[in-house]
């Protein structure tokens, strides 16, 4: 991938901890000027929270229309009861269209964390065996395409219209073959491939013993996030009228949806432009985020002012819902949230 030798972005270079510093600093400060810590938890009132903290993928599926859920890949929603018998997730599976290879995931996750492509029968049994009881699964087709986005939207509460307020343009971690080295070590040699070493949460997609050949590019994981070496960049250039009108026809078709980022597959950025392909895997709402802002070529105050103005319109979206009727859930239930879905992240089978 030509664009694996970017440097370490503004963001990418400083610890999370430090990173929500400034943030928390402004979102005390709207706390103040709303009178409401938690009032991001009404943007969207279908969702547990708003999608803050603790909802699951399936709260965002069920509240679709017929035009939000054609634009979805297939699912199915395994409860812990089913996963006893793996004739009935079959005969599940078939009446959703859904065959190997696909894409187990927690319903209640975030980052990548718990989400592998399964090949079969058996490793779906394993990741079943695996998973924390209690807990749905979601199963989904497998999504082949290599453009992948997050779609950042808001609508304000009554308006007939929503925009896009980001893009950003995820790019799988990959490694380039030189004939000699595995993909282990290809891998330690790239500051971003190594964040898929050594790690509890994630295994290799790829036999990391492996020697690829001379120029020979692979691809290490399923997913793209930053936790596992994934690169993000900004692609506002990319937003045109006919794919803010697709995204906008697909928010307008969930109920109540006003603030959240749509992650999503593409075959090709032409028709990715003209809001053609779109395959959605999963819906983001309140606690999105700005992943735009984490581009290598972004500066630090820049991208700083992409999350703050993120912060500003969430809280005046759910400001808005609150006037209409609509109340933010309170601190302890929030904190009780967090912990719980921080809890179930530890528990997940490795992503890949």
């Known amino acids: 991938m030509a664009e694996a030798g970017l440097r370490r972005g503004a963001l990418e270079r400083l610890p999370k901890w430090l990173i929500c510093v400034p943030l928390v600093v402004q979102w005390l400060w709207l706390a103040l000027r709303y009178r409401s810590a938690s009032l991001p938890s009404a943007a969207n009132p279908s969702i547990t929270a708003g999608g803050l903290v603790g909802e699951t993928k399936t709260e965002y599926f069920n509240c679709m229309g017929p035009l939000a859920r054609a634009a979805t890949a297939p699912h199915l929603a395994v409860p812990p009861a089913l996963r006893g018998s793996m004739q009935a997730v079959r005969q599940a599976m078939l009446a959703c269209g859904l065959d190997f290879p696909l894409i187990a995931k927690p319903d209640l996750g975030m980052c990548g964390y718990g989400v592998r492509l399964v090949a079969d029968e058996a490793a779906l049994a394993a990741y079943f065996a695996a998973f924390p009881s ?125 603030f959240g980022r749509f992650d999503l597959r593409f075959a090709s950025l032409e028709q990715f432009e003209q809001g053609q392909g779109l ?43 609150r006037a209409r009727g609509l109340r933010p859930i309170g601190l302890a239930r929030l904190a009780r949230l967090h912990l719980m879905q921080q809890r179930l992240l530890d528990a997940y089978p490795p992503s890949n």
């Open 279 to 321: 395959r959605i895997m999963e819906v983001n709402g309140a606690g999105s985020e700005a992943i735009e802002a984490w581009d290598p070529q972004t500066g630090l105050a820049a991208a700083l002012r992409i999350i703050f103005a993120k912060q500003r319109t969430l809280f005046a979206i759910a400001a808005a819902n």
């Open 134 to 258: 209690g807990q749905t699964i979601v199963l989904q087709h497998y999504l082949g395409e290599e453009g992948e986005a997050g779609i950042f939207y808001a609508r304000d509460p009554g308006a007939a219209r929503g925009r896009i307020i980001g893009l950003a343009l995820r790019h799988f971690p990959r490694v380039t073959g030189d004939g000699v080295s595995t993909i282990a070590q290809l891998a330690a040699a790239d500051f971003r491939a190594r964040r898929t070493l050594g790690r509890r949460d994630h295994d290799f997609m790829a036999d990391r013993h492996a020697v690829p050949a001379s120029g020979e590019v692979v691809r290490l994981s399923t997913i793209g996030s930053t936790r596992v070496g994934g690169l993000y960049r900004d692609g506002a250039r990319h937003v045109t009228p006919a794919l803010e009108a697709a995204i906008d026809a697909i928010a307008c078709d969930m109920a109540q949806f006003h």
